[in-house]
């Protein structure tokens, strides 16, 4: 077996590389010929694709996702913005929270439990890699039809593989979503959030500066995980070697995770770390590669003091390996055995494997001979950028065409028939309680959770004496986005923004997941670009600017893409927690007022799904102004303690919304409908901008004054009475039968 | 009654953290001289009827879809001995 | 005198800090312990946290029970100080064999976490005085391994001697034999129950009430006045 | 290096809920005639050195004290075959 070297790459010119077969493109190919002036070495070949790869590239997405930059709003919030491993947001009193939405979709299609568990491990390692210590993970999912027999084996196999590895790690589960949609079936969505929490002194970047620092490779031992490429590669440069078998699948570690997390924050505690990154997608070729491109000099690095779990793997297996749980740090050479005194201290294997040059290139080597030799910016960062043609859908007209109007779909106009309505939809899989999920997570480690599912977002204190606190909501809706993307993920944010201020907390900043079909489809393209440009305006508008996020193509079967699914992370602050507004109606007596506006907008809605399975029309239009006017009195009013409950407004509209406060109190409510509004509309519009609070009587003045004199439209609907729900004058509902109806829904799918 | 056992274990290039947090314990026990350890699954099924061809084909079949997964484990059927 | 009540944190302990903090809360000086320590830094009585020590791997609290910090609990607690485990600490001291049983995985074989309500059986142990017996409480459960379990000669033993000492209320959550979720040594002062007292000391946090916090002046009197 | 595997049981009298939970399920994915599924641990030990009676010994007595909790479980201790 002949070793591909660099040397042996320049003698060798005309041997052909299996670039196709890796994933690159004969221009990508000819481009990193042109780069290197010579012929790629096996294990150069296999860092660029990998970091070419569109994982890793953001090849077809980048030139939208420069709009998040370029209209990013003026905000004093932001310390760290986009390009880093996850934003930081400065929340005040001295800390800083960094927070990051990521995808691990296909994996957790192949294998659930370990796809969504190393899902959650990998967000983790970018927060832990900023310097935070992470406090809180969240997790929007989305699956195929409720009983599709695919969707018994990924639902149960995600929500264990998720709970298994951040209860582990030890970090509450504080939110999340849980959405079924035939579009999904082939392709789920495992979103997985974490947020961070550190002081500003402490934030650290991935960069390898001052020549002499060691390059450290510390937690799990490297192992052929992820690497089907490599061993191509591999297959076919060493001619006859049949690879052995590779594992596509990752299993993940939590409990070394944990200990990566608490080694790591030490380390930077005792100021042992110059820089920092974790290993995610295309592991030490992307570690090396950035931290290398980040720092002032050139690294080099010796592949055969990496540790390994399998002493069969090549160098290229190497440099691509996306084993779980591994760290790269940049250590000063006089604080390098303190370093690994600290890992030992945690049983964390750690081995110097490299170090910082005062050149600029990143050098590899195997067996003492040189097998890489690159500028490591042009691995890291000058990857291609397509500008994918894209054009509005041809059926897209039709389907706006087609709106849920009273003719096109029967309405219930009975109180029989509302009631019947309301139980339908109370019932439905996507308006069900959440419990059999949520309740698999742990809420309580830390012992800083002060609200959590299915509160509107989850909140963590971040500051044990003073109450600072922050808030987190995620949401997404892809039947709106698919009937409209610009205004489909703006309704995304605006959903975050409004339940992160329902709690009394202060909108600061955005992440992002974009899930999308294939860019490759004209089509899909443009729902990716409208979708971007609509988040990036809606932040603009906000005031909340995009901290960082992640894009995943590709979901989609045959021609068939999932429907375009932005899914739209808001991060508060709130400066003391013990003001935080819960969702429950729980006092009797209280008053009932709606906020906002109510119009007759069923496009997109929930009922439309439930009662019609239909599609269509347009989603319900938004007002950024108005949400943002909605906030500022949701947070003043949990500040002056003039609203004991809030609950925001959105699928299944009003009702669900009354019903879900009511359910969670325990107590029952008297609703009236206001003046010139149709009950059917007044229950099941999904009007954007409105929330429902409860009012102690003694606080109503000062209440309505303050919507008064603001503008924001506040109607008393109804109050906090009894154990029914009752629409005067249309129906009654027992809270128990609510109850009944709402709850046991996704075991029953299950079973 | 029959007994049939599937073992199924980890893939041998998937990793295995169970297996190996008890191969890092036992030198701590003073159980030295163990090179690895890995953990795997023991299923004993008590098969009704007689344990012919075909009913050992349909407990590899329910093996293969079910007991084992085999994105990342494999997994032996045999009959126990000495029932 | 204040007690100092020591904290164990082994690789892959979760509620190490909860438990600090709750000793804090209470008013005693938290010590944190670490595993590899054979000295316990003259703490008067230790908390086993709660968490997936070592992952959890092999079986709930199998690995850590051989810490050297363990030797010396064991030897001390026979010699009659106070520990406290909670969740995988109860593990622990069911593996260590200072309680008898073990911990079987929940019966419906899924992580659980919510609010549990529990009655105090026995509010004559270390770590129980301050509750009145038969009190009912609230407090966090979360965990994948809960079941415990012993033989019926045990159990009988257990309940003859009045050493059951949390039982779950409205709705076994794990399956655990007699709905047991909390039992002590005869001596009284090794204690050891699945739910999270160290999560419900503070209003807003966790369960939003302080019916934990009983746990931890229970110790302090029983120190303090010894 | 020869290999000595390790099973272990929970004891015939303890609920075992992950075998009966497989149990239930066979019959609904159309594998008949099972009575009854116990599931347990197989450990593979790979051991450095001939595996002689004291090895064998060392080995049972860290099965004893660590890889089966004896309070619920049952254990057995064999050299694999055919190594
Ligand atoms: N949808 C998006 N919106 C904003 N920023 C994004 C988005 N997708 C990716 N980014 C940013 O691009 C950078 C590279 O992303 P990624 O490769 O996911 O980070 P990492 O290398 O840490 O895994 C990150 O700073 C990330 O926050
Ligand atoms: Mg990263």
């Given at each position: 077996?002949?070793?591909?070297?660099?040397?042996?790459?320049?003698?060798?010119?005309?041997?052909?590389?299996?670039?196709?077969?890796?994933?690159?493109?004969?221009?990508?190919?000819?481009?990193?010929?042109?780069?290197?002036?010579?012929?790629?070495?096996?294990?150069?070949?296999?860092?660029?694709?990998?970091?070419?790869?569109?994982?890793?590239?953001?090849?077809?997405?980048?030139?939208?996702?420069?709009?998040?930059?370029?209209?990013?709003?003026?905000?004093?919030?932001?310390?760290?913005?986009?390009?880093?491993?996850?934003?930081?947001?400065?929340?005040?009193?001295g800390y800083a929270v960094t927070f990051k939405i990521e995808s691990h979709n296909h994996p957790s299609y192949v294998e659930p439990y370990q796809g969504a568990a190393t899902g959650v491990g990998g967000i983790v390692r970018d927060i832990i890699s900023m310097g935070a210590r992470p406090v809180a993970v969240m997790d929007p999912l989305r699956f195929g039809a409720p009983d599709h027999p695919d969707t018994k084996r990924?639902?149960?196999?995600?929500?264990?593989?998720?709970?298994?590895?951040?209860?582990?790690?030890?970090?509450?589960?504080?939110?999340?979503?849980?959405?079924?949609?035939?579009?999904?079936q082939g392709n789920p969505l495992v979103n997985a959030l974490a947020v961070g929490v550190m002081k500003h002194e402490d934030i650290h970047l991935a960069k390898a500066s001052g020549a002499g620092n060691k390059v450290v490779l510390y937690g799990a031992r490297t192992g052929g995980d992820g690497i089907g490429g490599a061993s191509i590669l591999a297959s076919e440069t060493f001619e006859g070697g049949t690879p052995t078998?590779?594992?596509?699948?990752?299993?993940?570690?939590?409990?070394?995770?944990?200990?990566?997390?608490?080694?790591?924050?030490?380390?930077?505690?005792?100021?042992?770390?110059?820089?920092?990154?974790?290993?995610?997608?295309?592991?030490?070729?992307?570690?090396?590669?950035?931290?290398?491109?980040?720092?002032?000099?050139?690294?080099?690095?010796?592949?055969?003091?990496?540790?390994?779990?399998?002493?069969?793997?090549?160098?290229?297996?190497?440099?691509?390996?996306?084993?779980?749980?591994?760290?790269?740090?940049?250590?000063?050479?006089?604080?390098?055995?303190?370093?690994?005194?600290?890992?030992?201290?945690?049983?964390?294997?750690?081995?110097?494997?490299?170090?910082?040059?005062?050149?600029?290139?990143?050098?590899?080597?195997?067996?003492?001979?040189?097998?890489?030799?690159?500028?490591?910016?042009?691995?890291?960062?000058?990857?291609?950028?397509?500008?994918?043609?894209?054009?509005?859908?041809?059926?897209?007209?039709?389907?706006?065409?087609?709106?849920?109007?009273?003719?096109?779909?029967?309405?219930?106009?009975?109180?029989?028939?509302?009631?019947?309505?309301?139980?339908?939809?109370?019932?439905?899989?996507?308006?069900?309680?959440?419990?059999?999920?949520?309740?698999?997570?742990?809420?309580?480690?830390?012992?800083?959770?002060?609200?959590?599912?299915?509160?509107?977002?989850?909140?963590?204190?971040?500051?044990?004496?003073?109450?600072?606190?922050?808030?987190?909501?995620?949401?997404?809706?892809?039947?709106?986005?698919?009937?409209?993307?610009?205004?489909?993920?703006?309704?995304?944010?605006?959903?975050?923004?409004?339940?992160?201020?329902?709690?009394?907390?202060?909108?600061?900043?955005?992440?992002?997941?974009?899930?999308?079909?294939?860019?490759?489809?004209?089509?899909?393209?443009?729902?990716?670009?409208?979708?971007?440009?609509?988040?990036?305006?809606?932040?603009?508008?906000?005031?909340?600017?995009?901290?960082?996020?992640?894009?995943?193509?590709?979901?989609?079967?045959?021609?068939?893409?999932?429907?375009?699914?932005?899914?739209?992370?808001?991060?508060?602050?709130?400066?003391?927690?013990?003001?935080?507004?819960?969702?429950?109606?729980?006092?009797?007596?209280?008053?009932?007022?709606?906020?906002?506006?109510?119009?007759?907008?069923?496009?997109?809605?929930?009922?439309?799904?439930?009662?019609?399975?239909?599609?269509?029309?347009?989603?319900?239009?938004?007002?950024?102004?108005?949400?943002?006017?909605?906030?500022?009195?949701?947070?003043?009013?949990?500040?002056?303690?003039?609203?004991?409950?809030?609950?925001?407004?959105?699928?299944?509209?009003?009702?669900?919304?009354?019903?879900?406060?009511?359910?969670?109190?325990?107590?029952?409510?008297?609703?009236?409908?206001?003046?010139?509004?149709?009950?059917?509309?007044?229950?099941?519009?999904?009007?954007?901008?409105?929330?429902?609070?409860?009012?102690?009587?003694?606080?109503?003045?000062?209440?309505?004054?303050?919507?008064?004199?603001?503008?924001?439209?506040?109607?008393?609907?109804?109050?906090?009475?009894?154990?029914?729900?009752?629409?005067?004058?249309?129906?009654?509902?027992?809270?128990?039968?609510?109850?009944?109806?709402?709850?046991?829904?996704?075991?029953?799918?299950?079973? | 009654?029959?007994?049939?056992?599937?073992?199924?274990?980890?893939?041998?290039?998937?990793?295995?953290?169970?297996?190996?947090?008890?191969?890092?314990?036992?030198?701590?026990?003073?159980?030295?001289?163990?090179?690895?350890?890995?953990?795997?699954?023991?299923?004993?099924?008590?098969?009704?009827?007689?344990?012919?061809?075909a009913a050992l084909a349909r407990i590899h079949q329910a093996a293969e879809t079910f007991l084992a997964n085999t994105v990342i484990e494999d997994f032996v059927v045999r009959v126990e001995e000495g029932q | 005198m204040t007690a100092r009540v020591g904290v164990v944190t082994f690789p892959g302990s979760l509620d190490d800090r909860d438990a600090l903090r709750a000793v804090k809360l209470a008013g005693a000086e938290p010590?944190?312990?670490?595993?590899?320590?054979?000295?316990?830094?003259?703490?008067?009585?230790?908390?086993?946290?709660?968490?997936?020590?070592?992952?959890?791997?092999?079986?709930?609290?199998?690995?850590?029970?051989?810490?050297?910090?363990?030797?010396?609990?064991?030897?001390?607690?026979?010699?009659?100080?106070?520990?406290?485990?909670?969740?995988?600490?109860?593990?622990?001291?069911?593996?260590?064999?200072?309680?008898?049983?073990?911990?079987?995985?929940?019966?419906?074989?899924?992580?659980?976490?919510?609010?549990?309500?529990?009655?105090?059986?026995?509010?004559?142990?270390?770590?129980?005085?301050?509750?009145?017996?038969?009190?009912?409480?609230?407090?966090?459960?979360?965990?994948?391994?809960?079941?415990?379990?012993?033989?019926?000669?045990?159990?009988?033993?257990?309940?003859?001697?009045?050493?059951?000492?949390?039982?779950?209320?409205?709705?076994?959550?794990?399956?655990?034999?007699?709905?047991?979720?909390?039992?002590?040594?005869?001596?009284?002062?090794?204690?050891?129950?699945?739910?999270?007292?160290?999560?419900?000391?503070?209003?807003?946090?966790?369960?939003?009430?302080?019916?934990?916090?009983?746990?931890?002046?229970?110790?302090?009197?029983?120190?303090?006045?010894?």
């Open positions: 077996m002949t070793l591909d070297t660099v040397k042996n790459a320049t003698e060798t010119p005309d041997v052909e590389l299996p670039w196709a077969a890796l994933g690159l493109k004969e221009d990508e190919y000819l481009k990193i010929r042109e780069i290197l002036g010579r012929r790629p070495t096996g294990a150069e070949l296999a860092m660029y694709s990998v970091m070419w790869s569109e994982h890793c590239s953001y090849k077809s997405s980048k030139v939208h996702l420069r709009q998040f930059g370029e209209k990013a709003p003026q905000s004093d919030a932001m310390l760290v913005g986009i390009g880093e491993n996850a934003g930081v947001v400065d929340v005040g009193q990924v639902l149960p196999g995600v929500v264990a593989g998720i709970g298994g590895y951040g209860n582990c790690l030890g970090l509450p589960n504080i939110g999340g979503e849980v959405v079924f949609d035939a579009c999904y078998k590779r594992p596509a699948v990752q299993v993940g570690d939590p409990f070394q995770e944990k200990l990566l997390i608490e080694c790591t924050l030490e380390a930077f505690r005792a100021q042992l770390v110059v820089g920092i990154q974790d290993l995610g997608a295309a592991g030490l070729s992307c570690a090396t590669s950035e931290l290398a491109s980040n720092g002032s000099g050139g690294m080099r690095c010796d592949l055969d003091d990496v540790p390994l779990r399998d002493a069969t793997l090549t160098p290229e297996e190497i440099l691509m390996s996306e084993s779980q749980e591994r760290m790269c740090a940049v250590v000063e050479p006089e604080k390098i055995d303190a370093f690994l005194a600290i890992c030992e201290k945690w049983d964390v294997t750690a081995t110097v494997i490299g170090e910082v040059t005062d050149g600029d290139r990143l050098e590899i080597f195997w067996h003492g001979e040189k097998i890489v030799d690159v500028d490591p910016r042009t691995v890291a960062h000058d990857g291609p950028v397509y500008e994918r043609p894209y054009h509005r859908p041809s059926w897209q007209d039709a389907l706006q065409a087609d709106a849920p109007t009273a003719e096109r779909l029967a309405r219930p106009a009975t109180g029989d028939e509302l009631r019947a309505a309301v139980l339908q939809l109370v019932g439905s899989v996507n308006q069900a309680d959440k419990s059999w999920i949520t309740s698999q997570y742990d809420r309580f480690v830390l012992g800083n959770t002060v609200l959590a599912m299915p509160e509107d977002s989850g909140m963590i204190r971040v500051d044990e004496s003073t109450n600072l606190g922050v808030a987190i909501a995620t949401d997404g809706n892809g039947r709106y986005t698919k009937l409209d993307p610009y205004t489909g993920s703006q309704l995304a944010l605006a959903e975050a923004y409004r339940n992160v201020a329902a709690t009394g907390a202060k909108p600061l900043a955005v992440s992002d997941c974009l899930n999308f079909g294939s860019p490759e489809d004209p089509e899909v393209m443009w729902q990716f670009a409208e979708a971007t440009r609509g988040l990036a305006d809606g932040c603009l508008t906000l005031g909340t600017p995009v901290t960082g996020g992640n894009v995943s193509l590709y979901n989609q079967t045959g021609a068939e893409a999932i429907h375009p699914t932005p899914v739209v992370a808001v991060l508060g602050v709130i400066d003391d927690v013990t003001r935080r507004t819960p969702m429950a109606f729980a006092e009797e007596g209280q008053l009932v007022y709606l906020l906002g506006t109510t119009e007759d907008e069923l496009g997109g809605s929930a009922w439309a799904q439930v009662a019609h399975d239909h599609l269509g029309g347009l989603p319900p239009k938004l007002d950024l102004d108005r949400e943002k006017l909605l906030a500022e009195i949701l947070i003043a009013a949990s500040r002056d303690g003039m609203i004991d409950a809030a609950h925001d407004l959105s699928d299944g509209g009003l009702i669900q919304a009354a019903v879900e406060s009511a359910l969670k109190g325990g107590q029952g409510l008297r609703l009236i409908v206001p003046d010139g509004l149709d009950p059917f509309v007044f229950l099941f519009s999904e009007s954007a901008g409105r929330a429902i609070v409860s009012v102690p009587r003694s606080e109503e003045l000062r209440f309505t004054e303050m919507c008064g004199v603001r503008g924001l439209p506040a109607t008393r609907i109804g109050v906090v009475d009894g154990d029914v729900v009752e629409l005067q004058g249309q129906f009654t509902l027992p809270l128990a039968e609510l109850r009944e109806a709402n709850t046991g829904v996704i075991e029953a799918l299950l079973a | 009654m029959a007994r049939v056992v599937v073992d199924v274990m980890l893939k041998p290039e998937i990793l295995d953290p169970q297996g190996q947090a008890v191969q890092r314990a036992l030198p701590r026990l003073g159980f030295e001289g163990i090179a690895d350890v890995r953990q795997g699954k023991r299923f004993e099924l008590e098969v009704e009827g007689p344990v012919d061809e | 010590v944190a312990l670490w595993h590899r320590d054979t000295d316990l830094h003259q703490v008067d009585a230790v908390v086993l946290p709660g968490g997936f020590s070592y992952g959890d791997y092999l079986r709930a609290g199998a690995i850590s029970r051989f810490s050297p910090v363990m030797e010396t609990i064991i030897e001390q607690a026979k010699a009659g100080m106070p520990v406290l485990g909670i969740c995988n600490g109860f593990q622990v001291l069911t593996e260590s064999h200072l309680l008898p049983g073990a911990m079987l995985r929940n019966n419906h074989l899924h992580f659980v976490c919510k609010d549990q309500k529990l009655r105090v059986e026995n509010n004559t142990t270390a770590w129980t005085s301050d509750y009145a017996q038969g009190q009912e409480i609230m407090i966090p459960l979360k965990n994948m391994d809960g079941r415990f379990t012993a033989d019926r000669r045990t159990i009988d033993e257990l309940e003859a001697e009045g050493r059951v000492v949390f039982r779950y209320l409205d709705g076994n959550p794990n399956g655990s034999i007699d709905d047991i979720a909390g039992i002590t040594n005869a001596a009284g002062n090794v204690v050891g129950l699945m739910p999270h007292p160290e999560h419900a000391v503070e209003p807003l946090i966790g369960t939003g009430g302080t019916d934990g916090t009983g746990f931890f002046t229970s110790i302090i009197k029983r120190l303090v006045n010894a």
